[in-house]
């Protein structure tokens, strides 16, 4: 909000202004100066950048027809440019999101194409004080709303506050009134036209400074921003680039199999330190926790976590996976004796498409390990269901997504071939893939309920279950 106060009466109640009389700050994209603006002055500022950076001067008079001559003067207002066509562009696209987004004020218009800026001019706290108003009262509530073809400016308020004259955003209906105005404003189907001075980019989400998307990016990571040509990014995030190879890979013959070692060197973008810092950039404020757990989050349950698999290499080349680890040993014990070559990838456990490139060894077996390939920390001869992501979560009806189980058995991540042989049941109904599931889910009404996921492999049958709320 901002942080200003006005009045022409009360000698208690003077011009306030944190940065001095009219001293220029943020509120400025408001109104929010010493001596304020009127809505018609607000309308008329923003329509400069519906128009593409020129400042036309307010008039209401186009032209005068003289009854008696016939004569007709045309008035043609001035019109300067008042800031480069891709500044105009960039603050309608950052506008006409935040309508799209919800802080629209009540400017939305579906079906036009509508950019919107709210603010508030809050009350000096020793006036609140001293005239028995809350902390925290408004005396001022703005909406600057505009389309490619109108602007329309809202102020809501009181000339004069008091104990019983003020504001709260909670409370106050100026939301409704612009609501009610825009009503009438002719819908348009006209958007902001590009200029040549602008480029649109594919960013990768979560970056910043802005950066491109890497080889491996995923899809669902990816966005258009748009930029001022010549200060779009370069540079491509690390968040996704291919891992680094494990190195210094041994064998070492012990009483159960082979002991496998290695090193590995953590990239920045998965080091503790790093994360902590990067996400005390300004521009996360004070929610820089919120961040940094999300994306410490983001890797665990969705990416799976960060490890090592471990797999047999063919004669033909082909890959077989035998497990996936977190840690840099594994002890592999072979099924015949022979020679068999065995392949470690840096890589994470549920996102493959930038995992390492091959470290291998080979290993000259004499057969004498049993006939199965085991971690040293193992739970063996045990099928485990474990659950991806929450359990207890609350979603809003309509927006369940399955975050689904991993599966291990005698060690093993068995998760990928055995993803058609489980069931789901939920109300008395059973299913066999997660997308119908997921639509029965999705069709629920507002309550508590339970999923539970059913697998039998190799004549054992393991059931787990996951509690959710739905809500309006």
């Known amino acids: 909000g901002l942080d200003v106060a006005y009045s022409t009466s009360d000698p208690d109640y003077k011009v306030y202004d944190k940065g001095g009389d009219n001293a220029i700050n943020e509120a400025y994209a408001i109104g929010g100066v010493a001596y304020g603006y009127t809505p018609l002055d607000m309308a008329e500022a923003y329509a400069c950048f519906a128009n593409g950076g020129y400042h036309i001067e307010t008039h209401a008079v186009t032209k005068i027809e003289y ?9 043609n207002p001035d019109k300067e440019k008042v800031m480069s066509d891709s500044t105009a562009y960039l603050v309608n696209n950052v506008l006409q999101y935040a309508v799209e987004a ?74 409704a009134v612009m609501s009610s105005v ?16 602008v480029v649109a980019v594919t960013i990768e989400k979560d970056t910043w ?40 890979l041994q064998s070492t013959k012990v009483s ?36 940094l757990n999300a994306r410490l989050n983001y890797n665990k349950n969705t990416l799976g976590g960060n490890g090592f698999g471990i797999y047999e290499k063919s004669s033909s080349g082909k890959l077989t996976l035998i497990d996936f680890t977190d840690k840099t040993n594994y002890t592999y014990k072979p099924s015949s004796a022979g020679s068999v070559q065995i392949v470690v990838k840096a890589e994470y456990k549920n996102f493959k498409a930038n995992e390492s490139n091959e470290t291998s060894i080979t290993i000259q077996s004499d057969g004498n390990y049993g006939n199965s390939i085991e971690n040293d920390d193992s739970n063996k001869n045990k099928l485990t269901l474990t ?32 993803t058609d042989e489980i069931t789901y049941s939920l109300s008395g109904q059973t299913y066999t893939t997660v997308s119908e599931l997921e639509e029965a889910v999705n069709n629920l009404e507002s309550g508590s309920y339970t999923i539970t996921y059913k697998l039998t492999y190799k004549g054992e049958t393991k059931t787990i279950k996951r509690s959710f709320k739905i809500i309006e």
Do not use: C
């Open 67 to 75: 009854r008696s001559t016939g004569e007709v003067v045309e008035f």
């Open 102 to 175: 919800g802080s629209n004020g009540g400017a939305r218009v579906y079906g036009s194409t509508v950019a919107a800026k709210t603010g508030t001019s809050n009350l000096p706290s020793e006036y609140t004080s001293s005239h028995g108003i809350p902390d925290g009262a408004v005396n001022d509530l703005w909406t600057v709303a505009y389309t490619p073809e109108y602007a329309i400016s809202l102020w809501y308020g009181y000339e004069q506050a008091d104990s019983s004259h003020y504001l709260s955003g909670a409370s106050a209906p100026k939301d």
């Open 182 to 197: 825009m009503k009438y404003i002719p819908k348009t189907t006209k958007t902001w036209e590009m200029p040549s001075s």
């Open 209 to 248: 400074p802005a950066q491109l998307p890497s080889e491996y990016t995923p899809d669902d990571m990816k966005l258009t921003e748009y930029f001022k040509k010549g200060t779009q990014p370069t540079e491509a995030s690390p968040r996704y680039a291919k891992l680094n190879a494990v190195t210094n």
């Open 256 to 291: 159960n199999g082979y002991k496998l070692t290695w090193d590995w060197k953590v990239p920045d973008v998965l080091n503790q330190t790093y994360l902590n810092k990067y996400f005390t950039n300004s521009v996360y404020g004070n929610q820089s926790s919120t961040y």
């Open 387 to 418: 659950l991806n992501g929450s359990n207890s979560t609350t979603y809003t009806k309509g927006s369940y997504t399955d975050d689904g189980i991993s599966v291990s058995y005698n060690g093993a991540d068995i998760t990928t071939k055995v």
